[in-house]
């Protein structure tokens, strides 16, 4: 645990080739891309045996930018700055930790507002399906160009959650320690409800076009309604009561409407529609189940120590379903923990509740011996 | 409780004339409505006393219909017929029953579709705001002009609980027993988060116009998502699981995402996008508690018995807030009782939990003595 603030770490965010033409990177659902790149960042120093690297995956709209502070964006502070820093939880004293935009994304990896070179213009509409299980893929590519022989741990939240579960289940033997937070093995239905509100929302824009809109307006309200739906998903009905209430901001609007409001119009200049689509196809369709819906002998293959983490008023992954993760590891004899941090700030407490966050995941970590 | 089925009752929807020039309905928040009518059915006979009445509130977008078989329209069964009819829970050979349309919908009664008499055209923008204290003042005139003395008993689920609770509020010496159901003594802030995306889904849809559309295209996509936004409020996580879990409808569609596209396609053909947001605002701004938030000295004149009925799923007037009134109540030694309805089937198990919902209500009516 940090006693006092180390000074900020000075960041940049780098890309790696993903794709070339000579080198296309195919796709689980088909098709290849021929051309493109991942941004990550990275954060501490790779050790000499190559076995200290930590993988951050982050949430659905998020972006590489983790932690320290973004020279080129006026030191914009990392979204889980909180966690990762010198004696932080991921103390980057001890580990090379990276974290890797996502595939299909509109943070400096390719996606659809990226250039078709067959084109030689946005893919739009034209940008093929991808899934968890390719965002993975990549990350591994970037991971072993940067000489990383193993992971001591991989770790994300919500979408971030599902690709750390995609990564014990494609990678066992690469993998020492997952901490899978606040996801799901596969969206329940009122999860897959909530999202074709905000499908529909986009689709629905007259701006949309089909997704081929660059040239364009963009789809700003539609996205925005998007965006304000999925927002209330990551937030829980006490937080809302606790910082709003029904104090009023104006004669007919509630302040939580206008924090809705707000937050759907800061979110239009930060994401691109088509990658919340892109994006929220993975999420939907992502699913480690059988056919029978049972997780009952899928983990057969982990190898690696796990720490499932889950809040008590998630409403989009709720605990019962990681508890059901949990039963279905212990049941293979793995090395599996699970902790419910009990906080009002649902969803997205991972990125607000990080002193508990910080206690859990740093005692799991110390038990991930390094060889240097 | 039925032992065996009656025959199903034969009904029309009947006008009330609420206002007229000489007779304007003035409104609590300011403006008066020079025209316009009630829509409303009965069931069963008033006694000579007067005191066999029972008044039905619908919730949000329902109509006057609740019970038998609608003659004018294909023998359409009433949303609650489960509930009213011969030996049926609410019984019509004890009862006099009432339902009547709210005021500001569109299902007969005067809403932002009718014609304001002042230009001859739609109100549209300019239907003035409606609060439930208006829709209840409105009842109380329609039952006043049938001869009804006294109600045995008000009850409705959602907004219809709502009037309930304005219901004894407002009129404490003449309801004898009223029943909540579902409600909420002012919605929460995370249930007025989930309006505002339903009004700018409407606000949004290029075809509103700001509410004048009434000539035009409706806006039809944005009320279709503002319905499915709603709708999936009224059930709950466990429901859509069981009913629909991650089945697919096609490559790139869910089951419950299908069912939702198909609710909010067959809600824009039934439902006036303008009364949507009239009483969408009244449920919004409805708020008993005292300026702290307290429900403390509010029932204060309530005089009548209450049954207070929440359902355990109900997402979005979940049982912590009926507790609440009951215990606002209890502590004014009112004579109350509280029942939490087991089912996984969310806020609609007022339609759908129907026999639960009897046997506590014929237990509750029959403590309410009739003088004939």
Chains 1, 2 share one sequence.
């Not at 796709?27 to 190559?50: H, I």
């Not at 509109?106 to 996606?111: D, Q, V």
């Not at 002193?355 to 060889?371: A, D, G, T």
Request: glycine share 10%.
């Amino acid at each position: 645990m940090p006693t006092q603030e180390a000074p900020a770490l000075q960041v940049d965010t780098q890309y790696f080739t993903l794709a070339q033409p000579e080198h296309p990177f195919g796709l689980e659902n088909g098709g290849q891309l021929e051309n493109g790149s991942l941004a990550y960042e990275t954060y501490g120093e790779l050790n000499e045996s190559g076995d200290n690297a930590v993988l951050i995956c982050h949430g659905f709209t998020a972006d590489a930018h983790a932690a320290g502070e973004l020279v080129s964006e006026q030191n914009r502070r990392g979204w889980w700055d909180s966690m990762i820093g010198p004696r932080k939880a991921f103390d980057t004293n001890r580990y090379f930790v990276i974290s890797s935009n996502s595939l299909g994304g509109c943070k400096g990896s390719i996606g659809p507002a990226s250039i078709d070179p067959k084109t030689n213009k946005p893919y739009g509409s034209s940008f093929p399906e991808i899934t968890i299980g390719d965002m993975v893929r990549a990350q591994y590519k970037l991971i072993e160009s940067l000489g990383v022989r193993s992971l001591a741990c991989v770790t994300g939240a919500s979408m971030g959650g599902q690709q750390t579960l995609e990564w014990i289940l494609s990678y066992p033997n690469f993998v020492k320690g997952a901490i899978p937070i606040a996801c799901t093995a596969r969206l329940s239905a009122q999860g897959l409800a909530m999202g074709e509100i905000s499908r529909q929302a986009i689709l629905n824009d007259p701006n949309f076009n089909g997704g081929d809109y660059y040239d364009k307006q963009i789809p700003a309200k539609g996205l925005a309604i998007a965006r304000m739906a999925a927002h209330l998903t990551y937030i829980s009905s006490p937080y809302l009561d606790a910082h709003y209430g029904r104090q009023r901001s104006g004669a007919n609007l509630f302040a939580v409407q206008k924090m809705l409001q707000e937050e759907g119009a800061g979110f239009i200049k930060r994401f691109d529609a088509n990658s919340f689509l892109t994006l929220s196809n993975a999420i939907e369709k992502f699913d480690i189940a059988d056919e029978t819906g049972s997780l009952t002998g899928v983990f057969g293959s982990v190898a690696c120590k796990i720490l499932l983490i889950a809040f008590s008023t998630d409403f989009l992954f709720p605990p019962n379903e990681m508890q059901e993760i949990y039963d279905a590891l212990i049941s293979e004899n793995i090395d599996a923990a699970f902790e419910t941090i009990d906080t009002i700030d649902g969803h997205d407490a991972f990125l607000t509740d990080w002193k508990k966050l910080s206690e859990i995941v740093s005692r799991f970590l110390h038990e991930i011996p390094l060889r240097q």
